[in-house]
Each structure stands twice: as structure tokens, then as C-alpha cells.
């Protein structure tokens, strides 16, 4: 069976969120990382700044007092130095490189050559040397304690601006067995994943991410929880997929992301009549349902399941609010008065005596769907409570519509919390939950 209308809406999205993610959201979302990690070389100036030929025969002052740097390193130093001054960074990265050359250096001679040369190849571009440089500064044991973690940070990020993912992944999960977990390190190393293609590894570490924040009373960042969906996206795995987009709609709701939940699921659940029609009664609470041709098979789907005064509102609705009235007037007219005429007939049999619990939960839709909510409710009530349902899930589900209709949120989301795992109308229940509690 061909896909409803209905259901055809914004089939797309996830995976034109997945190329905007793999082109766009990796550097917005590395850009607040870097703010936070002061990728910067303020350190390597300071250093810079105390390069005097003094400084480099009695050393320094401060927390590195008793450290010097001898004369035969010093020279090309104070050399590279001046250049920088005067910006030109390609031609000091040369003198340093004549000093990290001579050999008999001590350790503090080598950490102050490769700071300098982590700054120029910084300033050159060419972050994957400066990131090499760092790592090789912090070796020499000779950093300051204070900044240890800082410039773990800096080198795993300097990897990732250059593209070295698996260096990425690497200098994070350094940083963490040495410092502990750090949640902009694992973004990092779950964007890395992603980036570098592993997908499974990606949502894994997205996901344990998104645990930990969410354990901790934390709100996740949106970008894990892009990453998340993206690699189950790629996946094809819908479970993760709905995972992220119900933890999206709830901590960053937005039309966008509503509309890539419900097309999900909506896929997922296919396209039978009822199926279609109750995702539709969804679309329409949430404003998602445009067009003529989705309210005129809304209509339809209404009609043929005994509902003419849902297709009559419907229609009503459409041509008051704009969306009807354009090219398909005529079939939109002739859709109305045979609702109308339907509903008219159907009315006086709102009266007959229900018996079973779902007959009585058929009278109580029936009722809904002329907005009598005072009369279905009790209906719906006596159902529940009968029991013996076919599917007591839908029933639910039209209860908390009932509910939602005569402004009992809260009610409404107990309802649709009550829904049962091993109906096909679950999936439903938790979307129309989240509309309760959310809006």
C-alpha cells in the first residue's frame, strides 16, 4: 500500500538533519566547546613575553624560578621570538625548530620549545603540529600542575580541528582516565565517532552521554542528542531514533523536532485506516496537519470509519481556518455534505443501549467526535472498567483526547501513561503524553 498523505509528511527531515549535521552542527557545537576549553595560546604569550636575553641566562621568575634556559637554546629562541613580535610566525617556527635540534636539552628547555612551537603552529594554521607539540610539552613533566588539565583539553580539541579523529578520540579518553569524565570530552569523542563514521560507537557514547546528564539532573546538550539520532538515523535503527526525538521534544521542543517524532513513528505504525486517521487527530492538535489533500483524506478516513461528525468538524475547521476553499473547493464542498447528511442520519443513534465494554467505547468515540466529551467520558470509564477490551490502548488514548478536550491535562496524561507495550497504538500514547505534559 502506497504511503497515506498523512503520512508522508516530512519523510525527508532526519535525513536532511543528518547532512546538516555533518555539515554544520560539529562546529557550532565546537565553538562553544572551544570557548569553554580557552583554546587559546594567552599561555605560549606569556611565555613570549619573558623572553628576554636575561631571562633566558638566569631563568625565570615565579612558580619556575629555579628553572633556566642556557644560552646555546636561547639564542635561536630570543631569534624566533622578535620574529613573532613582528608576525612572522612560518619563519620564528623555523628558529625554534633549530633549538628543539640541539641536543642536551633539559627538561624545562623542552617544554619551553615546544610551548613556542605549539603557539606558532597555532598561529600558522597547521593545528594538528600544535597539537603534537602540546602533547609533547606536557611529556616533559615541566608543565604547570595547575594547567595540566586545561591543556589536555586543548590537545584533544586542536585534533579535532584538524580533522585526526581517532587522535580526537584518544587525547579525550586520556584526559578522562587521568582527570575523570568530563562531558564536553565525551561530546567530543562522540562527535569524533560520529565524523569518522562509526556510527554505532557514536550513538553508544552519545547515549551513555545523555544517561549521565540525565542521572545527574542534567539537561543534555541538543548536539549529543543530534548525534544520538544521526548515527541511529544511519543505523536504521528506530528504537534509537525515537529515543532521541522524544528526549529533543522534551528538553529543546520545537515544531522541527515534533515533526520528525511523529512522521517516525507514524511510518513505523503503517497505514491502515484507523492507524492513519488517529496519528491525524495528533497532526491536527499539534497544528501539523496542512493542506487540502491531508484534511480531505482526514475526512474521508473519518467517514468510512463511522465518524461523519469528525469529518463534518474537520471540514468546517479547514474552510474557517483558510486551509480549504482553494483549487479542490468542489470535492471539498461535495466531502462536507456528505458528511453533514451522515452525520444527520448518525445522531439519533447516539441513543442506543452499549453493552460490551467496546461497544461502549465506540458510543463514547461517537460522542467525541460531535464534541459531547460529558457523554463519552463515562462511556470510556465504564469500558476501562469492564474490561475485555480489544485494545485497551486506543481506548486510552480517545479517553485522554476527551480529557485533553475539556482542559484535564493532567488527567489526560495519566490516561495516555497507562497505555499498554504490546499494543500497536503505544508508540501513539507516548506522543500524545508528551503532548499533555508539554503542549
Known amino acids: 500500500m502506497a504511503p497515506s498523505c498523512l503520512n508522508m509528511m516530512a519523510l525527508s527531515s532526519i535525513s536532511r538533519l543528518v547532512r546538516v549535521l555533518e555539515e554544520r552542527f560539529v562546529i557550532m557545537s565546537l565553538l562553544r566547546q572551544m570557548s569553554r576549553f580557552a583554546i587559546k595560546f594567552s599561555l605560549l604569550s606569556g611565555l613570549l613575553l619573558a623572553f ?84 609533547k610539552a606536557l611529556a616533559t613533566g615541566k608543565a604547570p600542575a ?49 565524523l569518522s563514521k562509526d556510527y554505532p560507537a557514536a550513538r553508544d557514547a552519545a547515549q551513555a552521554l545523555v544517561r549521565q546528564n540525565t542521572k545527574a539532573g ?18 536504521k535503527d528506530y528504537n534509537g531514533q525515537k529515543q532521541a526525538l522524544l528526549q529533543l521534544v522534551n528538553y529543546y521542543p520545537s515544531d522541527k523536532y515534533w515533526s520528525d517524532l511523529v512522521t517516525l513513528v507514524s511510518r513505523k505504525a503503517g497505514n491502515a485506516s484507523r492507524t492513519s486517521y488517529e496519528f491525524g487527530k495528533l497532526k491536527l492538535a499539534r497544528g501539523m ?27 468546517k475547521t479547514g474552510m474557517q481556518n483558510g486551509t480549504l476553499g482553494g483549487e479542490n473547493k468542489g470535492r471539498e464542498t461535495r466531502l462536507l455534505k456528505m458528511a453533514e447528511k451522515q452525520a444527520a442520519d448518525d445522531r439519533p443513534m447516539l441513543a442506543k443501549t452499549a453493552a460490551t465494554a467496546d461497544e461502549k467505547a465506540e458510543l463514547a468515540e461517537a460522542y467525541a467526535s460531535y464534541g459531547m466529551h460529558d457523554k463519552a467520558l463515562p462511556l470510556y470509564a465504564e469500558a476501562l472498567k469492564q474490561g475485555g477490551l480489544s485494545d485497551k490502548t486506543l481506548v486510552l488514548i480517545h479517553q485522554g483526547e476527551s480529557l485533553l478536550a475539556t482542559g484535564r491535562k493532567a488527567d489526560a496524561a495519566k490516561a495516555f501513561a497507562r497505555a499498554e507495550k504490546s499494543s500497536k497504538f503505544y508508540d501513539l500514547a507516548v506522543l500524545w503524553n508528551l503532548h499533555a505534559r508539554k503542549g
Open 146 to 194: 595547575g594547567e595540566r588539565a586545561q591543556r589536555m583539553q586543548t590537545i584533544a580539541t586542536l585534533y579535532y580541528q584538524a580533522r585526526n579523529y581517532s587522535e580526537t578520540i584518544a587525547a579525550a579518553q586520556r584526559y578522562q582516565k587521568a582527570l575523570g569524565p568530563d562531558s564536553a570530552m565525551q561530546t567530543l569523542i562522540a562527535q569524533s565517532y560520529y
Open 218 to 235: 542534567k539537561r543534555p546538550d541538543e548536539a549529543v542528542l543530534q548525534i544520538a539520532l544521526a548515527s541511529a538515523f544511519q543505523l
Open 289 to 315: 496537519l496542512s493542506g487540502s489533500p491531508a484534511y480531505i483524506e482526514m475526512g474521508q478516513l473519518a467517514i468510512q470509519l463511522g465518524l461523519p461528525g469528525e469529518a463534518e468538524s474537520l471540514m
Open 52 to 135: 628576554t636575553p636575561a631571562a633566558f641566562l638566569a631563568g625565570t621568575t615565579g612558580a619556575q624560578a629555579a628553572e633556566t634556559i642556557g644560552p646555546k637554546v636561547g639564542a635561536p629562541l630570543q631569534a624566533a621570538q622578535n620574529l613573532a613580535k613582528s608576525g612572522k610566525y612560518a619563519k620564528a617556527l623555523q628558529e625554534v625548530n633549530k633549538a628543539e635540534a640541539i641536543s642536551g636539552k633539559t627538561p624545562y628547555e623542552a617544554f619551553v620549545v615546544y610551548d613556542f612551537q605549539a603557539y606558532l603552529n597555532g598561529q600558522l594554521g597547521n593545528s594538528s603540529a600544535a597539537a603534537k607539540a602540546y602533547e
